[in-house]
């Protein structure tokens, strides 16, 4: 019911999820998108849901406003990569803003071979 209308965001949703690693991202949605993929059924817009590894947590209590976002980001390879390698919060309140939150653990800086003059200062005469 509301995939296609996930998918027209998609775009947007995906360049977010990659900027969440930096913060919490906030998307402003059409309330009319919503409310004309509903069919005029009466539909709770919110939503809080924690995607784990691209699994989300208490799937029986997602709403299927929810499931359809998971849904779309699954069927695109950038997304479903990106969400099964991050724990990621999905938060859709009453302004129909879709908030991402990235509560990924941070990874290690890779340890990278000193500069020369380290080098130098560590291993001793170079010559």
Known sequence: ?????????????????KRS???EQKLDM???????????????FTFSVTLVNGRPQNADD???LAKDLFTALQGND???KF???NNIVF??????????????????????????NE?????GDTS
Request: glycine share 6%.
């Open 119 to 123: 080098r130098v200062l560590a291993g």
């Open 1 to 17: 019911m509301f995939f296609p209308t996930w998918n027209k965001y998609l775009p947007v949703i995906k360049i977010l999820l």
């Open 83 to 85: 969400i099964r390698a």
């Open 62 to 64: 997602c709403p299927p």
């Open 91 to 116: 938060t859709m309140n009453n302004d129909f803003q879709l908030l991402i939150r990235n509560n990924s653990p941070a990874q290690p800086e890779s340890e990278e071979d000193p500069p020369a």
């Open 21 to 23: 690693e930096n913060g």
């Open 30 to 44: 059409n309330k009319s998108d919503f409310q004309r993929a509903a069919g005029g059924k009466k539909v709770k």
């Open 78 to 80: 950038v997304t479903n």
